[in-house]
């Protein structure tokens, strides 16, 4: 058994119809690397019922132009129906395929209660929770790349960590996402190791799992989290999911064979997929 627990039906930047085809084709991609189970996770924001739930939340942001350019991301990836989604990904299921029904939730900063509402009306088998923003700053995106240049290194990482610490309290998700994202684009703090416990903190609350995701070998030569971070999860008696975080089904599974060395390198002898919310282990 092994379950790619973060793929995504759109490619980045694209907005091709969510299909049954879609789906078969990740099934079909992680199969050929040895995963027996996808779970679908698109994100959040594109969907249209996040964007009027949620939407202005980018105005709380002092500085105009992040929220003006956060606002027209968010406006631009909107691409169908959350129910429509839910009802593919369940229909594929029902039909047989080895698939999940997830969602990669953005964590909003003083949005917890309409993230619940979201959230409650569909029977997961998966929530991941991400942070991408502090303020309306999305610091791993591209095109807000330049920001870095203005910004505290340190503090940036200190903002994130209490971010995720709120996400993982709030105990709206069954995993952490890429968790030591901040090193996209290769800035780091001069001591990470303070930052450990705190990214950690919220998520010893209700045993988040914290996830090994192989897209940070593309991004930046690193999985995602670090090998100090991990370790610390394991002393911690954090559980993990394995992840390739694909946007293309010929991702799905990417290096999971190096994910697998990474987690027992850590101390690791099994890992986790996620079923009604409920967790499954199994061995690496």
Not at 33 to 62: K, N, Q, S
């Amino acid at each position: 058994m092994t379950v790619d627990c973060h793929t995504h039906l759109q490619p980045h930047g694209e907005k091709p119809p969510m299909t049954r085809a879609r789906i078969d084709e990740s099934v079909r991609g992680g199969a050929a690397r040895g995963v027996t189970e996808v779970c679908i996770t698109e994100h959040l924001f594109r969907f249209e019922e996040a964007y009027e739930m949620l939407h202005g939340w980018w105005d709380d942001d002092p500085d105009p132009t992040l929220a003006s350019m956060a606002g027209e991301y968010w406006r631009d990836h909107v691409s169908g129906s959350i129910a429509d989604y839910v009802r593919l990904v369940e229909e594929a299921k029902s039909a047989g395929a080895p698939v999940l029904l997830g969602l990669e939730m953005d964590w909003i900063h003083g949005r917890e209660e309409t993230l619940r509402k979201f959230l409650a009306p569909y029977d997961w088998d998966i929530v991941l929770g991400s942070v991408h923003y502090v303020g309306a700053w999305g610091f791993d995106e591209p095109g807000f790349i330049d920001e870095w240049a203005r910004r505290d290194v340190a503090g940036v990482w200190s903002d994130y960590a209490a971010l995720v610490r709120e996400l993982a309290e709030s105990g709206l998700v069954d995993a952490l996402s890429h968790p030591d994202l901040p090193k996209v684009f290769g800035h780091r703090p001069h001591d990470e190791t303070p930052l450990h416990d705190a990214i950690l903190a919220g998520a010893a609350v209700h045993g988040t799992a914290v996830e090994l995701n192989s897209n940070g070998l593309r991004r930046c030569d690193e999985i995602y989290p670090a090998m100090p971070l991990l370790e610390r999860a394991h002393g911690l008696g954090l559980p993990i999911t394995l992840a390739s975080d694909a946007h293309t089904p010929d991702r799905v599974g990417a290096n999971f064979d190096e994910l697998i060395a990474w987690a027992r390198r850590a101390g690791y002898a099994e890992a986790r997929a996620y079923v009604g919310r409920k967790a499954v282990p199994y061995a690496l």
